[in-house]
């Protein structure tokens, strides 16, 4: 009865240790580490309270044994401590360190787990079952979209390119954990574990297929080559003598060979194809517009950088936001960190890369079991996030991929026998240091959060005056936080509007300080330019317009602008040249009324475009074939849904309209114009009732702009991204 006894209080701790580690992973993977855990304020309660506990147990528990890369790891940190101080934005620099400190947090934690005594079987499991639960949802998505695709063109093979959401993000987050999965499917003898083992890596690989990320399949490729050295490595003898056996039966041997050239040539075929989709641009081409503002952030300080998180200060004087894609980072870890820490930052990152293989491989050379496995799938992982690294930002801006690479790194580094140090316990080891200062700076965080978030969610829904008195709190306590500054100007524009005495000259300062901290972000141009007009000081509005299309000019509705300002400055011939870029950019523009009540000006503008429209439209049967091919953008279906619907063709029209919700959809004014020809091919299909709601909705969104247009409104992503901040729904005064 006692050993039954015992067995059972060993399975039941297992048990209980196994559902801490699943728990406390999904929040971290699918809660804490998201865009939206970093943003809202409940969220970011729970995790400062989760590393408080953490740190609690940790202290009282000791931490055991050498802490691995320690040296190298807090030198690194050391630099980047050193880059926010003389970062070109501080503030935004020190939330990204804090970031990356977690990071190492959850490494040492990892790791000294492992060593405790949870062991490496449990800790890989555990991730290996998290990681099961976003392939879920991300199956089901691929599959909502595969039905709908059979359902609307009745083949049951795509002719258009498919690709998951969050395709780079997801890539190398599906990488690490296949590394970790692999190396336990070598190194298990459970027919039972190398059947789960076996289909988990298979989905693995289908929707890192499926993501279409030439960074993540060059990952792919450089975990499993280095995977497959080591397991080569380990199994040579074996190897020497299934070759041997196989050169004595050379028919085998030629059938093989052809089978194996067959196989990599389809996948290359699929590879190929995959790649076929309109968001990628050419291979050696698609990154050099995002390097070259990371290499002049580099020249601007090469030995400690411009400050980690800041690529974006370059890049909006480099790039046209909006329309263009808000990119936050460089595409590059190693230019990431070249750029944010300059190259005493780079060079401590090197070390730190260089110290862990070298404690990885050392722990390799007498590592058995699940502890050689978890080892293993660490150097796997390790070359697939470097290599991937090489071309994509793989460690921050969503620091999810980070913190899953440091459990498996951690869980690895755990893994390695450490001698007679390994024993040892303290409770002044350096990890629980760590915790307790990210802990204090959560809660830092949180202080700081506490009156923008009231303010930002008061704003959101209409009460401004209570908005007001919030960001007054809140700069009080962070005045260094640009975002905070427009919020602020915004509540004043919109109390000004309501005829308020003063409000319009405090809007005026809030904004002026915003756009002085943050001169490249062309939304605080365009808003201090409405505000001047309104002002009635028409030359200040002119030059904050122009300031507008400078870091914007492919932004049709800051040319517009531009062009009243500059016509009710008297200056009509640059106001034409303004109005005719607005047609030139965006054509569907021409439609509406406000041209004439524009003025002379406009008007003129519009007669001239319009007279100088030669081109034919397409003809029916190029887009026919153009769509049965499987074009990758929404606009040949647009085109020839309107077509089939004047032609009174309903049911071609109702198919097309289907496919064209599957393709890309670039701008929202492309999405609006697909929700209205949805409206009027219900009405067509004698649904009135139906087609007059979705026609509402459609007017609604139309009517909501945005930065980025008609219907964005509530869709700028600046404070979220790059201040982990609540935004606001309106971002145009």
Known sequence: MKANFSGSAVRWGYLAREAVLILAGCYLVMFASTHNGLVMYEVLMVTAGLLALICAFWLGAGQYGQVPVRTAALVFLGTLVLSVIFSVDPRRSAVEVWLAAIA??????????????????????????????????????????YAQWVASSGSWIPTVTYRLPLPNFFGVILNVLLMTALARLVMTRSWGSRILLGLWSLSALALIFLTSSRGGWLGTAAGLGTLGLLVVRDRAADLARAWKWLRQRRTMLVLLTVLGAALLAAVGWMLYRQTLHPTHSPLFSSRQYLWAPAWEAFLRSPLVGSGPYTFIYFYLANASIPPETLFVYAHSMFLDVLSGSGLLGLGA????????????????????????????????????????????????????????????????????????????????????????????????????????????????????????????????????????????????????????????????????????????????HANLGALYAAAGQGSEAEAEWALAVRYAPRSPLFWWNYGLALAGQGKEEQAGQAFAEVLRLEPRYAEGERWAAAGDTAARSLADWRAA?????????????????GSGVVGPYLQLARRYLDAGRVQDADRVVQQAGLVFIPTDLDRLELDWLRAEVRASLGDPAEAARMGRQTLSEAQSWGANGPGSMGKLVYAPLMFRRPGLIRDLV
């Open 613 to 629: 429209q030669t081109a034919p439209e397409p003809d029916l049967a190029a887009l026919e074939a153009e769509t049965a091919q």
């Open 349 to 524: 990152f090197l070390w730190m890369l260089a110290a862990l293989v070298r404690w990885l491989w050392r722990g390799l050379r007498s590592a058995q079991g699940f502890e050689r496995a978890a080892i293993l799938g660490g150097l796997g992982a390790l070359a697939a996030f470097l290599v991937h690294g090489l071309v994509d930002s793989v460690h921050h801006t969503i620091p999810t991929s980070a913190w899953v690479a440091a459990w498996v790194l951690g869980t690895a580094a755990g893994s390695c026998p450490a001698g007679e140090r390994a024993v040892r316990r303290t409770r002044k080891g350096v990890g629980v240091g760590l915790g307790w200062v990210l802990t204090l700076l959560a809660g830092l965080n949180l202080w700081l959060l506490t009156p923008m978030q009231q303010g930002a969610a008061a704003a959101n829904v209409g009460d401004w005056r209570q908005a007001e008195a919030q960001f007054a709190a809140a700069l009080e306590r962070d005045p260094h936080l640009s975002v905070l500054h427009a919020d602020a100007g915004m509540a004043q524009a919109v109390l000004a509007a309501e005829g308020e005495a003063g409000a319009m000259q405090r809007a005026l300062a809030y904004w002026q300080q915003a756009a002085a901290m943050d001169p490249a972000w062309s939304v605080y």
């Open 104 to 145: 190492l947090f959850w490494f040492w934690l990892a790791a000294d787990l492992t060593r405790r005594g949870w062991g490496a079987e449990l800790m890989s499991k555990a991730l290996l079952i998290v990681g099961a639960l976003p392939m879920l949802f991300a199956w089901v998505e691929a599959g909502t979209w």
